[in-house]
Protein backbone atom coordinates (compact mmCIF):
# COMPACT_ATOMS: atom_id res chain seq x y z
CA UNK A 1 0.00 0.00 0.00
CA UNK A 2 1.10 3.71 -0.90
CA UNK A 3 1.61 6.05 1.88
CA UNK A 4 -1.09 8.36 0.75
CA UNK A 5 -3.01 5.33 1.17
CA UNK A 6 -2.19 4.42 4.68
CA UNK A 7 -2.62 7.50 5.89
CA UNK A 8 -6.09 8.12 3.90
CA UNK A 9 -7.13 4.73 5.70
CA UNK A 10 -5.76 5.74 9.46
CA UNK A 11 -7.33 9.13 8.94
CA UNK A 12 -10.96 6.99 7.91
CA UNK A 13 -10.17 4.76 11.00
CA UNK A 14 -9.80 7.81 13.41
CA UNK A 15 -13.55 9.28 11.95
CA UNK A 16 -15.14 6.01 13.35
CA UNK A 17 -13.09 6.19 16.38
CA UNK A 18 -14.35 9.75 16.96
CA UNK A 19 -17.88 9.07 16.21
CA UNK A 20 -17.88 6.51 18.67
CA UNK A 21 -16.41 8.48 21.56
CA UNK A 22 -17.66 11.71 21.20
CA UNK A 23 -21.11 10.53 21.94
CA UNK A 24 -19.66 9.52 25.58
CA UNK A 25 -18.72 13.13 26.20
CA UNK A 26 -21.42 14.97 24.93
CA UNK A 27 -24.21 12.85 26.62
CA UNK A 28 -22.57 12.71 30.17
CA UNK A 29 -25.43 11.59 32.19
CA UNK A 30 -26.68 8.94 29.52
CA UNK A 31 -26.70 5.36 30.94
CA UNK A 32 -25.66 4.00 26.71
CA UNK A 33 -28.58 1.06 27.59
CA UNK A 34 -29.83 -0.55 24.38
CA UNK A 35 -32.09 1.50 21.83
CA UNK A 36 -34.21 -1.73 22.36
CA UNK A 37 -34.56 -0.97 26.04
CA UNK A 38 -35.98 2.18 25.14
CA UNK A 39 -38.36 1.06 22.20
CA UNK A 40 -39.69 -1.80 25.18
CA UNK A 41 -40.47 1.54 27.40
CA UNK A 42 -42.57 3.14 24.17
CA UNK A 43 -44.43 -0.03 23.90
CA UNK A 44 -45.54 0.14 27.15
CA UNK A 45 -46.06 3.80 27.14
CA UNK A 46 -48.22 3.34 23.64
CA UNK A 47 -50.09 -0.17 24.66
CA UNK A 48 -50.23 -0.41 28.96
CA UNK A 49 -51.75 -3.49 28.71
CA UNK A 50 -48.95 -5.60 26.22
CA UNK A 51 -47.24 -8.55 27.97
CA UNK A 52 -44.63 -10.15 25.75
CA UNK A 53 -46.11 -13.66 24.77
CA UNK A 54 -42.71 -15.60 24.54
CA UNK A 55 -39.47 -15.32 26.32
CA UNK A 56 -36.43 -16.00 25.37
CA UNK A 57 -35.63 -20.21 25.53
CA UNK A 58 -31.80 -19.65 26.77
CA UNK A 59 -30.56 -16.17 28.44
CA UNK A 60 -27.05 -16.26 29.33
CA UNK A 61 -26.75 -15.92 33.23
CA UNK A 62 -25.00 -12.70 33.39
CA UNK A 63 -23.52 -9.62 31.47
CA UNK A 64 -20.30 -11.10 31.67
CA UNK A 65 -21.58 -14.22 30.00
CA UNK A 66 -22.93 -12.16 27.59
CA UNK A 67 -20.21 -10.38 26.52
CA UNK A 68 -18.66 -13.43 26.41
CA UNK A 69 -20.47 -14.54 23.52
CA UNK A 70 -20.89 -11.17 21.93
CA UNK A 71 -16.79 -11.24 21.79
CA UNK A 72 -16.76 -14.90 20.39
CA UNK A 73 -19.05 -13.38 17.57
CA UNK A 74 -17.11 -10.69 16.78
CA UNK A 75 -13.86 -12.92 16.78
CA UNK A 76 -15.09 -15.61 14.68
CA UNK A 77 -16.00 -13.18 12.55
CA UNK A 78 -12.79 -11.67 12.50
CA UNK A 79 -10.98 -14.67 12.22
CA UNK A 80 -12.57 -15.71 8.95
CA UNK A 81 -12.67 -12.10 7.44
CA UNK A 82 -8.85 -11.92 8.13
CA UNK A 83 -7.85 -15.58 7.10
CA UNK A 84 -9.52 -14.91 3.64
CA UNK A 85 -7.45 -11.69 3.99
CA UNK A 86 -4.50 -13.51 4.52
CA UNK A 87 -4.76 -16.04 1.64
CA UNK A 88 -5.66 -13.45 -1.22
CA UNK A 89 -2.55 -11.56 -0.31
CA UNK A 90 -0.50 -14.46 -0.36
CA UNK A 91 -1.90 -15.81 -3.31
CA UNK A 92 -0.84 -12.31 -5.30
CA UNK A 93 2.45 -12.55 -3.62
CA UNK A 94 2.94 -15.45 -5.32
CA UNK A 95 1.57 -14.54 -8.79
CA UNK A 96 3.82 -11.61 -8.61
CA UNK A 97 6.64 -13.72 -7.85
CA UNK A 98 5.54 -16.26 -10.75
CA UNK A 99 5.62 -12.99 -13.22
CA UNK A 100 8.88 -12.20 -12.44
CA UNK B 1 -42.59 -2.67 39.95
CA UNK B 2 -43.74 -6.58 40.27
CA UNK B 3 -44.02 -6.86 36.79
CA UNK B 4 -39.88 -5.82 36.08
CA UNK B 5 -38.42 -8.60 38.66
CA UNK B 6 -41.14 -11.68 37.31
CA UNK B 7 -40.08 -10.73 33.86
CA UNK B 8 -36.50 -11.98 33.03
CA UNK B 9 -34.06 -9.32 32.36
CA UNK B 10 -34.05 -8.78 28.67
CA UNK B 11 -30.52 -8.37 26.75
CA UNK B 12 -30.14 -5.38 25.06
CA UNK B 13 -30.77 -5.84 21.33
CA UNK B 14 -31.32 -3.59 18.95
CA UNK B 15 -33.41 -5.77 17.23
CA UNK B 16 -37.59 -6.26 17.64
CA UNK B 17 -37.21 -8.35 20.70
CA UNK B 18 -38.86 -11.56 21.58
CA UNK B 19 -42.22 -11.13 22.60
CA UNK B 20 -42.20 -8.17 21.66
CA UNK B 21 -44.80 -8.35 18.81
CA UNK B 22 -48.19 -9.66 18.50
CA UNK B 23 -48.28 -13.03 17.09
CA UNK B 24 -50.15 -12.06 13.96
CA UNK B 25 -46.89 -9.78 12.72
CA UNK B 26 -44.92 -12.32 13.36
CA UNK B 27 -46.18 -14.64 10.75
CA UNK B 28 -46.98 -12.11 8.51
CA UNK B 29 -43.74 -10.66 8.50
CA UNK B 30 -42.24 -14.48 8.61
CA UNK B 31 -44.24 -15.03 5.33
CA UNK B 32 -43.23 -12.12 3.59
CA UNK B 33 -39.41 -13.13 4.44
CA UNK B 34 -39.70 -16.59 2.82
CA UNK B 35 -39.28 -15.99 -0.94
CA UNK B 36 -36.54 -13.28 -0.19
CA UNK B 37 -34.36 -16.58 1.40
CA UNK B 38 -35.75 -19.04 -1.29
CA UNK B 39 -34.00 -16.64 -3.72
CA UNK B 40 -31.32 -16.15 -1.84
CA UNK B 41 -30.11 -19.63 -1.62
CA UNK B 42 -31.02 -20.38 -5.37
CA UNK B 43 -28.41 -16.97 -6.01
CA UNK B 44 -25.68 -18.31 -3.72
CA UNK B 45 -25.84 -21.83 -5.49
CA UNK B 46 -25.33 -20.42 -8.87
CA UNK B 47 -22.98 -18.09 -8.05
CA UNK B 48 -20.94 -20.67 -5.90
CA UNK B 49 -21.59 -23.06 -9.11
CA UNK B 50 -20.30 -20.42 -11.84
CA UNK B 51 -17.49 -19.13 -9.66
CA UNK B 52 -16.33 -21.55 -7.07
CA UNK B 53 -12.99 -19.22 -5.81
CA UNK B 54 -15.89 -16.81 -4.54
CA UNK B 55 -16.78 -19.04 -2.09
CA UNK B 56 -14.13 -17.26 0.23
CA UNK B 57 -15.68 -14.21 -0.24
CA UNK B 58 -19.08 -14.95 0.40
CA UNK B 59 -17.72 -16.58 3.81
CA UNK B 60 -16.21 -12.90 4.23
CA UNK B 61 -19.23 -11.31 3.61
CA UNK B 62 -20.68 -13.22 6.04
CA UNK B 63 -18.07 -13.19 8.38
CA UNK B 64 -18.08 -9.22 8.24
CA UNK B 65 -22.16 -8.92 9.23
CA UNK B 66 -20.94 -11.42 12.07
CA UNK B 67 -18.81 -8.72 13.69
CA UNK B 68 -20.11 -5.57 12.91
CA UNK B 69 -23.46 -6.64 14.36
CA UNK B 70 -21.77 -8.34 17.62
CA UNK B 71 -20.25 -4.08 18.33
CA UNK B 72 -23.08 -2.75 20.06
CA UNK B 73 -21.65 1.15 19.64
CA UNK B 74 -22.57 4.82 21.30
CA UNK B 75 -24.48 6.98 19.89
CA UNK B 76 -25.41 10.65 20.39
CA UNK B 77 -28.46 9.72 21.85
CA UNK B 78 -27.18 8.66 24.65
CA UNK B 79 -27.82 4.77 24.19
CA UNK B 80 -26.51 1.79 21.98
CA UNK B 81 -27.10 0.32 18.84
CA UNK B 82 -25.22 -2.13 16.48
CA UNK B 83 -24.53 -1.99 12.72
CA UNK B 84 -25.64 -4.96 10.31
CA UNK B 85 -22.71 -5.09 7.91
CA UNK B 86 -24.94 -6.36 5.12
CA UNK B 87 -24.27 -4.03 2.93
CA UNK B 88 -21.43 -4.96 1.77
CA UNK B 89 -22.66 -8.78 0.84
CA UNK B 90 -25.08 -6.77 -0.84
CA UNK B 91 -23.01 -4.98 -3.80
CA UNK B 92 -20.80 -8.14 -3.99
CA UNK B 93 -23.10 -10.99 -4.02
CA UNK B 94 -26.50 -9.56 -4.59
CA UNK B 95 -29.55 -8.20 -1.96
CA UNK B 96 -31.02 -12.01 -1.64
CA UNK B 97 -27.94 -13.65 -0.80
CA UNK B 98 -27.26 -11.54 2.24
CA UNK B 99 -30.94 -12.61 3.50
CA UNK B 100 -29.52 -16.07 3.57
CA UNK B 101 -26.04 -14.73 5.63
CA UNK B 102 -28.51 -12.04 7.19
CA UNK B 103 -30.77 -14.96 8.58
CA UNK B 104 -27.80 -16.85 10.05
CA UNK B 105 -26.53 -14.22 12.24
CA UNK B 106 -29.81 -13.19 13.78
CA UNK B 107 -30.43 -16.55 14.61
CA UNK B 108 -27.48 -16.72 16.46
CA UNK B 109 -28.35 -13.71 18.17
CA UNK B 110 -31.92 -15.21 19.19
CA UNK B 111 -31.00 -18.54 19.73
CA UNK B 112 -27.61 -17.69 22.05
CA UNK B 113 -27.88 -14.46 22.86
CA UNK B 114 -31.65 -13.72 23.56
CA UNK B 115 -30.80 -11.11 21.54
CA UNK B 116 -33.53 -10.16 19.24
CA UNK B 117 -35.84 -13.44 19.19
CA UNK B 118 -37.13 -16.60 17.52
CA UNK B 119 -40.64 -15.26 17.27
CA UNK B 120 -39.20 -11.91 15.99
CA UNK B 121 -36.73 -13.77 13.73
CA UNK B 122 -39.04 -13.08 10.76
CA UNK B 123 -39.57 -9.67 11.23
CA UNK B 124 -35.98 -9.21 11.74
CA UNK B 125 -35.21 -10.82 8.81
CA UNK B 126 -37.17 -9.04 6.74
CA UNK B 127 -35.63 -5.17 8.03
CA UNK B 128 -32.23 -6.36 8.62
CA UNK B 129 -31.65 -9.03 5.42
CA UNK B 130 -33.76 -7.94 2.87
CA UNK B 131 -34.56 -4.29 3.25
CA UNK B 132 -31.10 -3.19 4.65
CA UNK B 133 -29.59 -5.36 1.16
CA UNK B 134 -32.10 -4.62 -0.92
CA UNK B 135 -31.11 -0.37 -0.26
CA UNK B 136 -27.47 -0.96 -0.02
CA UNK B 137 -28.15 -3.14 -3.87
CA UNK B 138 -29.79 -0.25 -5.49
CA UNK B 139 -28.20 2.69 -4.03
CA UNK B 140 -24.71 1.39 -5.34
CA UNK B 141 -26.63 0.63 -8.68
CA UNK B 142 -27.55 3.94 -8.63
CA UNK B 143 -24.46 5.84 -7.88
CA UNK B 144 -22.75 3.73 -10.20
CA UNK B 145 -25.07 4.85 -12.96
CA UNK B 146 -24.50 8.57 -12.12
CA UNK B 147 -20.94 7.93 -12.84
CA UNK B 148 -20.00 8.55 -8.93
CA UNK B 149 -16.58 7.33 -7.49
CA UNK B 150 -16.92 4.00 -6.16
CA UNK B 151 -16.09 4.54 -2.80
CA UNK B 152 -18.81 6.97 -2.66
CA UNK B 153 -21.10 4.11 -4.04
CA UNK B 154 -19.88 1.76 -1.37
CA UNK B 155 -19.89 3.98 1.44
CA UNK B 156 -24.37 5.48 0.49
CA UNK B 157 -24.79 1.88 -0.14
CA UNK B 158 -23.63 0.54 3.62
CA UNK B 159 -24.71 3.50 5.26
CA UNK B 160 -28.21 3.90 3.59
CA UNK B 161 -28.87 -0.13 4.07
CA UNK B 162 -28.03 0.31 7.64
CA UNK B 163 -29.85 3.29 8.69
CA UNK B 164 -33.47 1.76 6.35
CA UNK B 165 -32.64 -1.16 8.67
CA UNK B 166 -33.82 0.47 11.74
CA UNK B 167 -36.35 2.92 9.60
CA UNK B 168 -37.92 -0.33 8.81
CA UNK B 169 -37.63 -1.43 12.54
CA UNK B 170 -39.76 1.70 13.52
CA UNK B 171 -42.44 0.79 10.81
CA UNK B 172 -42.74 -2.38 12.14
CA UNK B 173 -43.35 -1.59 15.64
CA UNK B 174 -45.46 1.55 14.76
CA UNK B 175 -47.59 -0.78 12.53
CA UNK B 176 -47.99 -3.13 15.70
CA UNK B 177 -48.37 -0.43 18.20
CA UNK B 178 -50.52 2.63 16.90
CA UNK B 179 -50.74 5.21 19.53
CA UNK B 180 -54.27 5.80 20.62
CA UNK B 181 -54.29 9.54 19.54
CA UNK B 182 -52.39 10.11 16.25
CA UNK B 183 -52.31 5.98 15.62
CA UNK B 184 -49.40 4.90 13.07
CA UNK B 185 -47.93 8.45 12.29
CA UNK B 186 -47.13 9.50 16.16
CA UNK B 187 -45.76 6.00 17.09
CA UNK B 188 -43.72 5.99 14.14
CA UNK B 189 -42.35 9.42 14.65
CA UNK B 190 -41.63 7.53 18.32
CA UNK B 191 -40.03 4.74 17.51
CA UNK B 192 -37.56 6.41 14.82
CA UNK B 193 -36.57 8.85 17.89
CA UNK B 194 -35.09 5.98 19.58
CA UNK B 195 -33.74 3.53 16.55
CA UNK B 196 -33.69 5.74 13.41
CA UNK B 197 -31.84 8.79 14.90
CA UNK B 198 -29.48 6.54 17.01
CA UNK B 199 -28.25 4.45 14.21
CA UNK B 200 -27.40 7.79 12.07
CA UNK B 201 -23.54 7.82 13.22
CA UNK B 202 -23.62 4.14 13.37
CA UNK B 203 -24.36 4.22 9.69
CA UNK B 204 -21.40 6.71 8.82
CA UNK B 205 -18.99 4.00 10.30
CA UNK B 206 -20.83 1.18 9.05
CA UNK B 207 -20.00 3.14 5.68
CA UNK B 208 -16.44 4.25 6.53
CA UNK B 209 -15.88 0.71 7.42
CA UNK B 210 -17.34 -0.82 4.27
CA UNK B 211 -15.10 1.10 2.13
CA UNK B 212 -11.83 0.05 4.02
CA UNK B 213 -12.59 -3.23 3.95
CA UNK B 214 -13.96 -3.37 0.10
CA UNK B 215 -10.57 -1.86 -0.49
CA UNK B 216 -8.74 -4.13 0.92
CA UNK B 217 -10.65 -6.57 -0.76
CA UNK B 218 -10.01 -5.27 -4.46
CA UNK B 219 -6.51 -4.74 -3.37
CA UNK B 220 -6.17 -8.62 -3.09
CA UNK B 221 -9.02 -10.04 -4.55
CA UNK B 222 -9.46 -8.61 -7.78
CA UNK B 223 -10.00 -12.05 -9.71
CA UNK B 224 -12.85 -12.77 -7.25
CA UNK B 225 -14.27 -9.57 -7.80
CA UNK B 226 -13.97 -9.87 -11.36
CA UNK B 227 -15.79 -13.09 -11.79
CA UNK B 228 -18.87 -10.86 -9.78
CA UNK B 229 -18.95 -8.71 -11.68
CA UNK B 230 -18.10 -5.96 -9.47
CA UNK B 231 -14.77 -4.77 -11.00
CA UNK B 232 -14.37 -4.70 -14.62
CA UNK B 233 -11.76 -6.81 -16.46
CA UNK B 234 -9.72 -3.89 -17.68
CA UNK B 235 -9.64 -2.08 -14.23
Same mark, same amino acid.
Given at each position: ????????? #????????? #?????????????????????????????????????????????????????????????????????????????????? | ???????????????????????????????????????????????????????????????????????????????????????????????????????????????????????????????????????????? @????????????????????????????????????????????????? @??????????????????????????????????????????????
Amino acid at each position: MSMTGVIKN #LLLIAIVIA #LIVIPLFTQKDAEFGGADGEAKQAITEIDADYNPWFSPLIEPKSGEIESLLFSLQAAIGSGILFYGLGHMMGRKKKEEAAKQ | MLMFILLPQAAWAMHIMEGFLPPGWCISWGVLTIPFVLAGVFSIQKTINEHPRAKMLLAMVGAFAFVLSALKIPSVTGSCSHPTGVGLGAILFGPTAMTVLGLIVLLFQAVLLAHGGITTLGANTFSMAVVGPLVSFATY @KIVQQAKGPQWLAIFLAAALGDLLTYVMTSIQLALAFPAETGGFMVSLA @KFMGIFAVTQIPLAISEGILTVLVFNAIAAYGKDELQDLKVLSKEA
